[in-house]
């Protein structure tokens, strides 16, 4: 069945391959444009469509004569910093001719903006349907004037084709090449605009060498507009790209010395949650360390192992400059006390994570009560840091480690200690910050975040955000783009990491502009387009008066232990070899 299916894959995918078959069945382009005669720039406004087709002409906005037609694509050399003032408009065609508009095309230079789409009246102005590349090279989408997402950096001088089922009302609207895939993926849509004419646009706001090699409006027997949409009724979806997290645990299986490491990236719902899949990871494969355990914040109790601060420490919390894969650090100055950091944990090889800086302090540090390591330098440009000496071939127990800061300086940052068994089994990592959204996470400096992440080098990582943009009216669309920013910086950093987005359920905030489903349906939808799998806690408990009723919740933001129980058991079910 379709509900069984979607547990491998997304259903807009599956939705899509029987699209393709029945538009291979039968379809009619209304309008075609192939460029197939070459035209100098000043000679393409007003030429007609090649093949002609729909009596539709070209009609060209061209102050700085930058649009010619050659090696069968409309160019657009540059643009001339206005939307109004550089562009191609194909129409009118009636919105009740057509079912899809699909425009082929590639942008030549980085960071440029531009625009891809349809507009409900003639020119380059009025309300958009589309695709609005952006400077900082991510892609809005807009569907009627609205933006409902944000997708990932777009590529310079790589093909995309734009598909927009074009609805009684409204629009669904589709990209495929690049990162995105050979196949159409589902980006967005809306279910408003119903002018009865439509003009497709390939608009330069200041983008250079945009080539469009054909713009299509087509009719026939397309897909519906019920399996266009994703479907919001699945719980779980892409387990298929659990490839590295399932390897681990196949070869754990066979005997291999493997470590297989989820690591949690989330708000004040992780910690329980990890702890409580801990249990039942150790269980099924055994036990391979106490994981990553952060220093700050507020560090919690982290698989029984407490932090003890002495001396002064500052917390550095969910800042800009914040150096922390969970946007937290702990920072000293204090060599008088001096200022230290005692803890316990299980490993056999461990790394303690800091940051330089210009006129960074030092620190040193010594385990199980022997002598002290050489002292460590954080005076040097800003970078992420890792000491190693003398925690590394260790027992494989529960070690103490003392760190002590020698220098102040400008002050030594720390992030957290990674703690490794070097035996077959489980580890789970915690890095939870209450508070958090997912729009801090990517106002971290990216080149530091992404060398934290990848010296702690989880096989999975589990995104666990939503509940803190739900609190705080995030635009669902803001936090969609920021869980793909975070994806692109996961996967800049750890190229073959397992990625799992995993939504809260529903809360009891009452007054809030969003629903929560509206953020599950983000969540589920950059899963999709991201290649990651997607647990919705959401739609396993959606009415927080009915999880309240049974014993789910602790108040009206936070679940109660049997909630946190739940959700780490989908996360279980979701991963589980068996």
């Known amino acids: 069945s379709l509900q069984k299916a979607s547990n491998l894959s997304d259903v807009a995918n599956i939705s899509q391959a029987r699209s393709n078959i029945n538009a291979a069945a039968a379809e009619t382009k209304v309008v075609s444009d192939n460029f197939i005669t070459t035209l100098a720039a000043g000679n393409v406004n007003g030429t007609a469509t090649e093949p002609a087709t729909g009596g539709i002409t070209r009609t060209v906005t061209d102050t700085g004569n930058n649009i010619s037609v050659t090696g069968n694509a409309l160019l657009i050399a540059a643009g001339t910093t206005s939307y109004t003032t550089t562009g191609v408009s194909w129409g009118p065609v009636a919105r009740a001719s057509f079912s899809r508009l699909e425009i082929s095309f590639q942008i030549g230079v980085q960071g440029k903006v531009a625009l891809v789409g349809f507009l409900h009246a003639p020119g380059l102005t009025g309300t958009f349907t589309g695709l609005q590349f952006n400077s900082n090279s991510t892609i809005t989408v807009q569907s009627n004037g609205a933006t409902v997402a944000t997708l990932a950096a777009w590529v310079a001088s790589t093909q995309y084709t734009l598909r927009i089922d074009v609805l009684a009302a409204g629009a669904n609207l589709y990209i495929r090449g690049g990162a995105f895939g050979a196949a159409f993926k589902y980006i967005g849509g809306g279910a408003t605009g119903t002018a009865a004419n439509i003009y497709a646009i390939v608009s330069s706001y200041n983008a250079e060498n945009v080539q469009v090699s054909s713009v299509n409006f087509i009719s026939g027997d397309v897909v519906t507009p019920l399996l266009t949409a994703p479907d919001r009724t699945i719980e779980m979806a892409g387990r298929r790209y659990m490839r590295s997290w399932l390897a681990q645990v196949a070869k754990i299986r066979e005997g291999a010395t493997e470590q297989a490491h989820i690591l949690f990236l989330g708000d004040s719902w992780v910690l329980s949650t990890a702890n409580k899949l801990r249990e039942v990871a150790r269980a099924k494969y055994g036990n391979a360390g106490s994981g990553f355990l952060p220093f700050g914040p507020a560090q919690a109790n982290h698989d029984s192992s407490t932090i003890a601060r002495t001396g002064t420490w500052t917390d550095d919390n969910q800042t ?89 300086g400008a002050g030594v940052i720390l992030t957290g200690f990674l703690a490794i068994a070097d035996v077959s089994g489980a580890v789970v990592s915690y890095l939870g910050n209450g508070g958090l959204t997912a729009a801090k996470v990517t106002a971290l400096d990216a080149t530091i975040w992404q060398a934290g992440l990848a010296a702690i080098n989880p096989s999975l990582l589990v995104v666990l955000l939503g509940t803190n943009d739900h609190s705080n009216n995030v635009l669902p669309a803001t936090f969609g783009a920021s869980l793909t920013s975070i994806a692109t910086r996961s996967r800049n950093a750890l190229p073959l990491v397992d990625i799992l987005f995993l939504s809260p359920f529903n809360n009891g905030l009452a007054g809030k502009t969003y629903t929560v489903a509206e953020y599950d349906n983000q969540m589920q939808d950059v899963a999709a387009l991201q290649s990651a799998g997607f647990v919705s806690g959401y739609r396993h408990v959606p009415s927080y008066t009915d999880g309240n009723s049974r014993g789910l919740f602790y108040n009206t933001s936070h679940p109660e232990n049997p909630g946190y129980r739940l959700l780490s058991s989908l996360v279980n079910r979701f991963l589980s070899d068996d």
């Not at 299980?346 to 540090?365: E, L, M, P």
């Not at 590394?392 to 102040?408: D, P, R, W």
């Open 320 to 408: 800009a400059n914040s150096r922390g894969v969970n946007a937290g650090h702990i920072s000293s100055t204090d060599s008088g006390t001096p200022a230290k950091l005692a803890f316990s944990a299980t490993f056999t090889d461990g790394a303690i994570h800091y940051c330089k800086q210009s006129g960074g302090g030092s620190f040193r540090y010594r385990v199980d009560g022997g002598g002290w390591q050489s002292t460590i330098s954080t005076d040097a440009a800003a970078a992420f840091g890792s000491a190693t000496a003398g925690l590394t071939g260790l027992s494989n127990a529960s070690h103490a480690i003392e760190i002590e800061i020698v220098s102040g």
